[in-house]
């Protein structure tokens, strides 16, 4: 476990090419979040297999099999978290794991197990950047684990110098940064509205179908701006059941333009067969809607406005986890932090990041399954009224004035004196 720029995949690609060549190894996984990351950092990166070793130790890739082979006959395999049932024949005798704590099905890693059966010494090497998520805690508390930690100061020399003034300088001492760049595995936060432990219990089993769902809808929190710097645009998709339960399907959030969360969004929604897209209009306006409709005009569109705090209308979507009615089908470990950093004091600017993907997901339950209040118009009308004549009344309360003789008193006709 290390953080970020510290070397994890040389490393890994290290390791793997030592167990190749010099201990016999000859059957071996390569398991990455997603196929894209196991070919672009596991095979074809700066770090991979491709790029380490001695020339005339180095396998030959065929993209279209999966497969690498050395010239002694060694064959490694890639493999995606996200296709868990592909582990499920081979075997194997030695497995690289790359960023297991991303891995949006742990369940893969059962399945690479009961297939690491060949060999008198099979073996598995994980590099990871931690997060606190249940399959990281196992490994850890595993006596059969060997846990090798570095941070990113300790690759400090082979860094950019504008990286590490660029990174270092924004996240250093914050949360995030004790995450990122010195590999803690942090526990949950005080006073969030989520935690972890809960979130496991409530995670849908991999071997279980999802039960029919009544309504599905794809929902956006789109960011003000599309720039590096900018927030995300929140995107999520989400469905219930006929008995009220509650479902994350997808999570697609990132940086977009405009153009781009459109076309995400909508493509989810026709992948989804989703009954609508919702999203929040405050920022964008009719832009939000005629964004979408630039892709397809024919969507079922809701249009939302944000009244309340961030805090206010999360709430009654963290009750319906806390009653058990809230299930995710798959991890989604950037989502989740957000929601275990999520406090009843959020402050953005501590946190260092805008919560959009949770605002996605309030969005969505609060269309599928927060039913509203009667009468809650007049309520929230009263509300509002009630703040502005709150504010009214403090701006037009008048200023002290002191008692004559006090030392206030006295202060006061002195300042007075001193201005004539």
């Known amino acids: 476990m290390a953080g970020r720029g510290f070397g994890k995949t040389r490393t890994g690609a290290e390791y793997i090419h030592d167990r190749v060549n010099r201990h016999g190894h000859r059957r071996i996984a390569l398991v990455a979040a997603t196929a894209a990351d196991a070919r672009d950092v596991m095979v074809e990166g700066e770090s991979g297999l491709l790029a380490v070793g001695h020339e005339t130790e180095r396998p030959v890739y065929e993209p279209s099999k999966r497969r690498l082979t050395w010239p002694n006959g ?3 395999t890639t493999y995606s978290a996200d296709e868990p049932e592909r582990l499920r024949g081979p075997q194997h005798d030695l497995a690289w794991c790359d960023e297991i704590a991303t891995w949006r099905y742990p369940e893969a890693w059962d399945m690479l197990m009961f297939g690491l059966r060949l060999g008198n010494d099979p073996r598995v090497v994980v590099t990871t950047t931690p997060k606190p998520v249940k399959i990281i805690r196992e490994l850890l508390a595993d006596p059969t684990t060997v846990v090798v930690r570095g941070s990113t100061y ?9 990286f590490l003034q660029q990174i270092i300088s924004k996240y250093e001492g914050t949360r995030l940064g004790r995450q990122e760049l010195d590999a803690e595995v942090l526990d949950d936060v005080p006073g969030a509205l989520w935690n972890r432990a809960r979130l496991e219990e409530l995670r849908w089993p991999a071997y279980r179908s999802v039960p029919e769902l009544v309504r599905i809808v794809v929902a956006i929190d789109p960011a003000v701006t599309s720039g590096e710097d900018s927030d995300e645009t929140g995107i999520i998709v989400a469905g219930k059941d006929a008995e009220g339960h509650g479902y994350v399907l997808d999570d697609s959030s990132g940086r977009y333009t405009p153009i781009e969360w459109a076309n995400t969004a909508i493509g989810l929604y026709r ?3 989703a009954d609508r897209i919702v999203a929040e209009v405050n920022n964008g306006g009719d832009m939000v809607e005629a964004t979408l409709r630039m892709v397809d005009k024919n969507i079922s569109f809701k249009a939302v406005h944000a009244s309340r705090g961030k805090v206010m209308r999360a709430e009654p979507v963290a009750a319906l986890y806390e009653q058990g009615r809230m299930h995710h089908v798959g991890t989604f470990p950037t989502l989740e932090d957000q929601m275990c950093a999520f406090t009843i ?5 501590a946190l260092g990041y805008s919560p959009d993907r949770v ?8 269309d599928l399954l927060v ?7 007049i309520f929230e009308l009263y509300r509002q009224q009630a703040k502005r004549e709150a504010q009214q009344r403090e701006q037009a309360r008048p200023a002290p004035v002191p008692q004559p003789g006090s030392v206030e008193w006295f202060n006061m006709i002195n300042s007075r004196n001193t201005e004539t």
Request: glycine share 6%.
């Open 154 to 162: 300790a690759n400090r020399d082979n860094l950019a110098p504008a």
């Open 345 to 349: 004091d959020l402050d953005r600017v």
């Open 271 to 273: 992948k989804h067969k």
């Open 371 to 377: 039913a509203p209040m009667p009468g809650e118009g």
């Open 359 to 366: 605002d996605a997901l309030v969005w969505a339950f609060s």
């Open 74 to 76: 060694a064959i490694a």
